[in-house]
């Protein structure tokens, strides 16, 4: 759990937004499928995003 942790302070806005992404084309792919699992990777998705907002706009007006 510290890993993943770890991982999320120290990487770049632009990886965790790439991460972002790439989780909700994975969620628009198992959609219909999936509908319930897919709702909980774009839930994923835009807590990640909100996160990248954060930690740039931190980074900038520090």
Same mark, same amino acid.
């Not at 990777?41 to 998705?45: A, F, K, R, S």
């Given at each position: 759990?510290? $890993?993943f942790l770890s &991982? &999320? $302070?120290k990487a770049t806005p632009l990886l +965790? +937004?790439?991460i972002?992404?790439?989780v909700e084309i994975l969620a628009k792919v198992i959609e219909s $499928?999936?509908?319930t699992i897919a709702m909980g +990777?774009?839930? +994923?998705?835009f807590?990640?995003?909100i996160y990248t907002l954060i930690k740039? &706009?931190?980074s900038k007006f520090k």
């Open positions: 759990m510290n $890993k &991982f &999320f $302070k +965790l +937004l790439s972002s992404a790439g $499928k999936f509908p +990777l774009q839930l +994923l998705t807590m990640v995003f740039f &706009f931190n």
